[in-house]
Nanobody, 112 residues
Framework: VQLQASGGGSVQAGGSLRLSCVAS????????VGWFRQAPGKEREFVAA????????YYAESVKGRFTISRDNAKNTVYLQMKTLKPEDTAVYYC??????WGQGTQVTVSS
């Protein structure tokens, strides 16, 4: 099983990034996927999640209206479109397929 996260980088406040998470080998025909993030010295926190069909999405209050999660099951890929980025969005972002599977993380750095 592998979750490969990519798309991180360094941007200025107000900028945008799109993260991708490609899944392979998950032993389930349908699975939700979430994004979490961890800033230095802080606990990992929930950012967003999407159901298998993509019909339902859930967001942390801190990112509502700025981030959009989506998925393309034909490509086994989940995306996190991040807009109007703020310095407090700086963190390592991880994708997660419950209950066990985590990606390796991709760094997002937002400068003021």
């Amino acid at each position: 099983v592998q979750l490969q996260a990519s798309g991180g980088g360094s941007v200025q406040a107000g900028g945008s990034l799109r993260l991708s998470c490609v899944a392979s080998g998950i032993p389930s025909d349908s699975y939700a996927v979430g994004w979490f993030r961890q800033a230095p010295g802080k606990e990992r926190e929930f950012v967003a999640a999407v159901t298998w069909s993509g019909s339902k999405a859930y967001y942390a209050e801190s990112v509502k209206g700025r981030f959009t999660i989506s998925r393309d099951n034909a490509k086994n890929t989940v995306y996190l479109q991040m807009k109007t980025l703020k310095p407090e969005d700086t963190a390592v972002y991880y994708c997660h397929a419950p209950p066990y599977y985590w990606g390796q993380g991709t760094q997002v750095t937002v400068s003021s």
